[in-house]
Nanobody, 121 residues
């Protein structure tokens, strides 16, 4: 099993940046594919970025060129660097983990509790 705790959310103005972190504990971190999802009120949860055990990454079209996912395997931390934020990026952001590579599908087994990101215009 893996336990996930997100941090780094907050309120920023459009054009600003935030860096989200997700600290993992429990099972062997390097065995897990990781991803970031977000969910805005009244909307379905959507995949934002994913990274597999080899470090290959994938992004939703809406965040390509603005967001970067990375992982520090030694410290068991997943990151999401978010630049040029837009009001439509406002959502609760969740990290997720699974031994299977679900990429941006919301089929991951383990989820964090979420961290709120609010972008004002």
């Amino acid at each position: 099993q893996v336990q996930l705790v997100e941090s780094g959310g907050g309120s920023v103005q459009a054009g600003g940046s935030l860096r989200l972190s997700c600290a993992a504990s429990g099972d062997t971190y390097t065995d897990y594919c990781m991803a970031w999802f977000r969910q805005a009120p009244g909307k379905e949860r959507e995949g934002v970025a994913a990274i597999d055990i080899a470090g290959s990454t994938g992004y939703a079209e809406s965040v390509k060129g603005r967001f970067t996912i990375s992982r520090d395997n030694a410290k068991k931390i997943l990151f999401l660097q978010m630049n040029n934020l837009k009001p439509e990026d406002t959502a609760m952001y969740y990290c997720a983990a699974d031994r299977r590579d679900w990429q941006l599908l919301p089929e991951y087994t383990y989820w964090g509790q979420g961290t709120q990101v609010t972008v004002s215009s």
